[in-house]
């Protein structure tokens, strides 16, 4: 008996299916009653927030480092804002004596781009829509 | 059940229609159910399991984007499930073999005792080689579709395929060379 060549491949499409019980569906069905419809599962504020914050975090972080290295406030930032500050003077001489140390540069510009991003991230937690 | 039908029906899921859902439940449960024993292979066991299978594949039909077939993500969730219940319960493959259809070899036709002795060196195979095989030879999946299931690059499986299939062949072999 069965010294012929044994075909794998062929014996192998003809494997029957195992079959589950006759009342499989119904028993399902009455389980997923109870359950809620399914939803697109969506990302809880806590969540988004970390996320803000660790995103804030980061851009600080590159930003003091990589000023530490080539000191972008001193060679571009600084200039703008004096020429800023200069533009201004014509109109409002008095803002002319006003020097402005890096740090506080730094500090208003830092400042300026957590507002931003506050206001994005609590638009989109409150309204659930992107700016 | 075709793609589009498919896609319909789980539309209608996502609507709150359940009846929708034991559509395609009808339409998928014997062939999950298949894979999911072939890997458990208990059958009281794989019915458990082939709920939770659809169970999470209702919960998560939200989450399913057709960028790959229905049943192909439908597997995978089958897959994955069966493979993570084997590792919770730590149990040994070979300590669950359950003889369920293997029926005697005697007063059969040499087709049929062939498949009885497949179905047994089937349940030596390891899960993972179980499943390849069922995917492949039943299911008729692609190997792209088995890489996507499995979670193993292509070549792989391609590899473990052929492994399988020698494997399968000397357990045969040794088993008709006993009798």
């Known amino acids: 008996m069965m010294n012929t060549k044994i075909d794998i491949e062929g014996l192998l499409k003809q494997l029957p299916i195992e079959k589950t019980d006759s009342n ?16 697109p599962k969506q990302l809880s504020k806590p969540i988004i927030i970390c996320a803000c914050i660790g995103l804030i975090g980061l851009m600080v972080g590159a930003w003091l480092i990589s000023d530490y290295f080539f000191g972008w406030t001193e060679l571009y930032v600084q200039p703008l804002l004096s020429n800023i500050v200069a533009s201004f003077k014509g109109i409002l001489p008095r803002i ?22 506050d206001a994005v991230v609590r638009h989109k937690v409150v309204t659930g829509k992107p700016l | 059940m075709k793609a589009q039908g498919e ?14 859902f034991a559509l395609l439940v009808d339409a998928h449960k014997d062939r999950v159910f298949n894979l999911v024993f072939r890997v458990i292979r208990q059958r009281a066991w794989a019915e458990e399991l082939c709920q939770d299978v659809f169970i999470k594949v209702y919960q998560q039909l939200a989450q399913f984007k057709h960028k790959a077939r229905f049943s192909t993500w439908l597997f ?3 897959y994955n ?6 590792r919770k319960h730590q149990l040994s493959v070979h300590s669950i073999n359950e003889s369920h259809s293997y029926v005697e070899e005697d007063n059969q ?12 060196a089937i349940a030596q195979l390891s899960t993972e ?11 008729e999946k692609t190997i792209e579709e088995i890489a996507q ?21 000397m357990i045969i072999e040794r088993s008709t060379n006993k009798n």
């Open chain 2, 129 to 139: 080689e179980a499943a390849l095989i069922t995917l492949c030879y039943t299911e």
């Open chain 1, 24 to 39: 499989f569906t119904a028993q399902l069905i009455s389980s997923i009653a109870s359950l809620p419809a399914p939803q």
């Open chain 2, 7 to 20: 896609k319909e029906l789980i539309q209608q899921v996502l609507q709150g229609d359940t009846s929708a």
């Open chain 2, 149 to 169: 299931i499995t979670g193993l690059s292509k070549a792989n499986v391609k590899v473990k395929l052929h492994r399988v299939r020698v494997k399968l062949k």
């Open chain 2, 81 to 86: 499930t069966a493979i993570s219940a084997l």
């Open chain 1, 96 to 117: 002319s004596q006003i020097e402005c140390p890096p740090i506080i540069i730094e500090g208003l510009l830092v400042g300026a781009v957590l507002l931003v991003i």
């Open chain 2, 109 to 120: 036709g040499e087709k049929e005792a062939l498949i009885s002795l497949l179905e047994k």
């Open chain 2, 76 to 78: 995978r969730i089958a």
